[in-house]
């Protein structure tokens, strides 16, 4: 298990892990994306058994005592399976997450309570800020939400244009919504909410430049325009 770090975006790292599921849909990449300022943010924590391995990437870029912030976008074992091995490892770590997750799961199950951000709400790391959007059962999960990062107009998208396979570059200009509609189609993740292609355009109204996917490649480029055709294709199927 080689795991890749790379600056996708100024100071916003992906570590990339990629695994083979002999008996799922092949090849897999679980990634998190660490936003490095004075107050750092991880988004996603990588699934528990994969802990030990993530923190040492992660120290590739700054020590893991630094976190400050541990954000989620639902709860999910890649999503936030080893929340609390973080939260030991970094004393002054906070969970991040919406409203909704931080009350159903987080501030149950976390060893220490939530910074839970209303829909809107923005979280100052340093140079960078993390805007929250509820996005309710988008792609899943009714706590779902992602943060956007206002100086880099970074979306961290999660699981939205999850694409499969272990092996990606960490930063394309190419399509990528071809390859996450072929890897959606055969075992569908989406909730299909009704209001989909409103969340979906509430995001695209940040007018987003790099999209930072939690499976596959992160991606560059007119981030409103994919948003808006990903919602066309959701459509499309009904
Ligand atoms: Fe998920
Ligand atoms: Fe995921």
């Known amino acids: 298990m080689t795991i890749s770090v790379h600056e996708i975006a100024d100071q916003i790292y992906r570590i990339s892990t990629p695994v083979t599921m002999p008996d799922g849909p092949g090849g897999f990449t679980f990634n998190q994306y660490l936003v490095a300022d004075e107050q750092p943010l991880l988004f996603h924590t990588g699934p528990r058994r994969m802990f030990p391995p993530i ?6 870029v700054l020590p893991v005592e630094r976190l400050r912030y541990i954000g989620l976008s639902h709860f999910e074992a890649d999503e936030c399976g080893s929340l609390n091995e973080w939260l030991a490892a970094a004393p002054a770590a906070e969970p991040v997450c919406g409203r909704i997750a931080a009350m159903v799961s987080i501030n149950d199950v976390a060893d220490r309570p939530a910074r ?14 993390v805007r929250w959007f509820d996005t309710p059962h988008l792609p899943h999960a009714w706590e779902c939400g992602f943060l956007f990062e206002t100086s880099t107009r970074t979306l961290l998208c999660g699981d939205l244009f999850t694409q499969g396979g272990a092996e990606h570059p960490a930063l394309t200009e190419s399509d990528i919504l071809g390859p996450s509609e072929a890897f959606r189609k055969p075992m569908d993740y989406f909730a299909h909410a009704k209001n989909t292609r409103g969340m979906l355009e509430r995001l695209a109204a940040e ?7 939690m499976h596959g490649s992160a991606w560059r480029g ?5 948003l808006r055709a990903l919602a066309d294709a959701l459509e499309r199927e009904g």
């Open 222 to 226: 007119d981030g409103a325009q994919l």
């Open 116 to 129: 839970a951000l209303a829909d809107g709400e923005v979280l100052s790391l340093g140079a960078h800020r």
């Open 207 to 213: 007018k987003p430049t790099t999209l930072a996917c």
């Open 55 to 60: 923190r040492e990437a992660l120290q590739r």
